[in-house]
Each structure stands twice: as C-alpha cells, then as structure tokens.
C-alpha cells in the first residue's frame, strides 16, 4: 500500500517559475527520500532528509521536512523545460529498509 | 562505472505464463530491491535480497519469487501470471553498509500480460 499522498497531482508551470510539491506520509520515519521520474523510466535520487532534519538543499532543489505534521515539501527553483517529470516522495521506516512511496506529482514545465 | 542494469526492456507474456526478469546492481553494491510499479502509481516493495537470501518482503503473493547469486546479481520470477501483473518492474541496489543512504534504480522492465 501507498504510504501516503503527494499534492497537488499535477502540476503546470511556465519555465523559470518555481515549483513546489507535497508529500504527507502516516508512520514514524528515519528519513524521506525525493526521487524524480522521466516517461516510466528508472527513478533517480534527488535528495535525502533524516528524520532529525528540517531543511536541506541540493542546487536548485530544497527540501523541507516536518515530522509533527508528518509532512514534507519539495521546492524547485528556476525551473526548466528538463525538470518536466514525476516526482516521488518515498519514506524509509526505522530498521525497515524498504522505501515506501507516495503517489507521485506530475510536473509539466511549459516552454 | 555501470549503473544498475535490468533485461529484458519490454517483456509481453500472456495470462498463466511464468516470467524471469534480470538485475545487475551498481558496481560496489551487494544489497538488492525489487519494485512493482502499476501505471499511474508509486512503486510497490516486492522483496529485498542480501547474502543471497530474502531479507524483507512486501504484500506480495507467493507466485513472486526472487534469487541472488554470488556476484550480487539478482532475479525476479512471477508464476501463473495475471492481467494485473502488467506493470514497471524496478530493481534497486543499495550497500548494506551505507546506512540512508539512496537507492539506485535501474531502467526497469514493462511488462504486459494479455
């Protein structure tokens, strides 16, 4: 079963606009991992965030983590016509190293 | 440095056929994951393999089944396949000794069920 949501579903930016995403999850984590996907292919590693964390930043991308409301946000910044991709949102429980992933936020980047 | 590889690309198997999808790792890793991903979803954990044996396992039934061999590579088999197995199928590989850190994700492989 899904862990949780990614909000909004999709999502349609026009190009250098910033774009920014969702994720909520339902248990305890140890860490929360954004992954982005091009046309049903592979997923790649975007960013890391441990449970003891908040914000963490990665070039253009910056992540926030809030454990309380057991919610976290993806912001990318500048955006261009390659971030066009689904994003996923996936949580790694304690001693439990599978990942669990959310439903994923399709971003179009318009031209 | 090769990534993680994954055969077949596309795979069409009809309904009750037994299907074996292949995974290579990254160079340096020895821990491998599979993943099913239906159209329109998130990936779903399938099972984990270390040592050559299934350390964790997901939701899934007994007709999805894994092996590791010795250089860490890893297969996926599914009996009596059904429609609702159309679906990405995602390999994983990660070091056992890098606690959190990311997976690295091959290509994947579609397969179709008719």
């Known amino acids: 079963s899904q862990q949780g949501e990614e909000d909004p579903q999709a999502l349609s930016i026009q190009e250098g606009e910033n774009a920014t995403m969702n994720c909520s999850y339902k248990?305890?984590?140890?860490?929360l991992q954004w992954y982005r996907q091009n046309s049903g292919r592979g997923l790649v590693h975007l960013i890391l965030?441990?449970?003891?964390?908040r914000e963490k930043h990665s070039g253009r991308l910056r992540v926030t983590l809030d454990t309380s409301k057991k919610s976290s946000s993806l912001l990318i910044t500048a955006s261009r016509a390659a971030d066009t991709a689904s994003y996923f949102c996936?949580?790694?429980?304690?001693?439990?190293?599978?990942?669990?992933f959310g439903t994923g936020t399709r971003l179009t980047i318009i031209p | 440095d090769a990534g993680v590889t994954q055969s077949p690309t596309h795979l069409i198997k009809t309904r009750g056929q037994q299907v074996t999808l292949r995974c290579s790792p990254k160079?340096?890793?020895?821990?491998v994951s599979w993943y099913q991903q239906a159209l329109g979803q998130g990936p779903q954990f399938i099972f984990q393999?270390?040592?050559?044996?299934?350390?964790q396992r997901g939701n899934f039934p007994d007709r999805f089944s894994g092996h590791q061999f010795p250089n860490y590579s890893s297969e996926l088999n599914v009996n009596a396949l059904l429609l609702g197995d159309s679906a990405l199928y995602l390999c994983?590989?990660?070091?056992?000794?890098?606690?959190?850190?990311?997976?690295?994700f091959g290509n994947g492989t579609r397969l179709t069920v008719t």
């Open positions: 994983a590989s990660s070091s056992i000794q890098h606690y959190n850190s990311p997976l690295h």
């Open positions: 248990t305890s984590i140890n860490n």
């Open positions: 965030i441990r449970s003891n964390e």
């Open positions: 996936a949580t790694e429980e304690f001693g439990n190293e599978k990942l669990t």
């Open positions: 160079s340096g890793h020895d821990t």
């Open positions: 393999y270390y040592e050559e044996e299934e350390r």
